[in-house]
T-cell receptor
Framework: EAGVAQSPRYKIIEKRQSVAFWCNPISGHATLYWYQQILGQGPKLLIQFQNNGVVDDSQLPKDRFSAERLKGVDSTLKIQPAKLEDSAVYLC??????????????FGPGTRLLVL | LAKTTQPISMDSYEGQEVNITCSHNNIATNDYITWYQQFPSQGPRFIIQGYKTKVTNEVASLFIPADRKSSTLSLPRVSLSDTAVYYCLVFFSGGYNKLIFGAGTRLAVHP
């Protein structure tokens, strides 16, 4: 079974530029998560989708971050414009059903973003 | 306020048992606690999950006391390859409905 795929693996941009990350979850998984992991910290949930609907986006900085999951499969996370503090690893994860009560998540390798 | 707390780091030697504790307040009866392992440049990997008493699988055990204010991940007979960062992840329901990761415990296993 293929795992969660993410691209690109690395990205370097200057502040105020835009960037987009792509995630392809495990086939058939209903729930998709985007996390931000700053160096030395635990992952922080940015947004959770169930199929193509948003379950939780309370920690997504909506003035600069956006995410979509068209057709309930792949997802894109965008930052526009980027700030220095956005430098982090962006992790995508998926889980089989609703994600309720902390259902097991399967993580991709992450995209490492450096904002200069 | 939903929060999880873990020790920052631990050291052990090959063959020893390692216990890592995560404290979590305001956890409801059926809220799950999940532990993940993360190596450098990789995403977290599932280890074990439970919501009460004790759960055991082929790699670890998870102990959750009756008050459910903490949980302990137990790794039996660690090896050098167990050197990694270990995270607890708690789903807080009861009005929060939040997934909260701990800050992680960096385990170093020495020969």
């Amino acid at each position: 079974e293929a795992g969660v795929a993410q691209s690109p693996r690395y990205k370097i941009i200057e502040k105020r530029q835009s960037v987009a990350f792509w995630c392809n979850p495990i086939s058939g998984h209903a729930t998709l998560y985007w996390y931000q992991q700053i160096l030395g910290q635990g992952p922080k949930l940015l947004i959770q989708f169930q199929n193509n609907g948003v379950v939780d986006d309370s920690q997504l900085p909506k003035d600069r971050f956006s995410a979509e999951r068209l057709k309930g499969v792949d997802s894109t996370l965008k930052i526009q414009p980027a700030k220095l503090e956005d430098s982090a690893v962006y992790l995508c994860a998926s889980s089989p059903t609703s994600g309720a009560s902390g259902e097991t998540q399967y993580f991709g390798p992450g995209t490492r973003l450096l904002v200069l | 306020l939903a929060k999880t707390t873990q020790p920052i780091s631990m050291d052990s030697y090959e063959g020893q048992e390692v216990n890592i504790t995560c404290s979590h307040n305001n956890i409801a009866t059926n809220d799950y606690i999940t532990w993940y392992q993360q190596f450098p440049s990789q995403g977290p990997r599932f280890i074990i999950q439970g919501y009460k008493t004790k759960v055991t699988n082929e790699v670890a055990s998870l102990f959750i006391p009756a008050d459910r204010k903490s949980s302990t991940l137990s790794l039996p007979r660690v090896s050098l390859s167990d050197t990694a960062v270990y995270y607890c992840l708690v789903f807080f329901s009861g009005g929060y409905n939040k997934l909260i990761f701990g800050a992680g415990t960096r385990l170093a296993v020495h020969p």
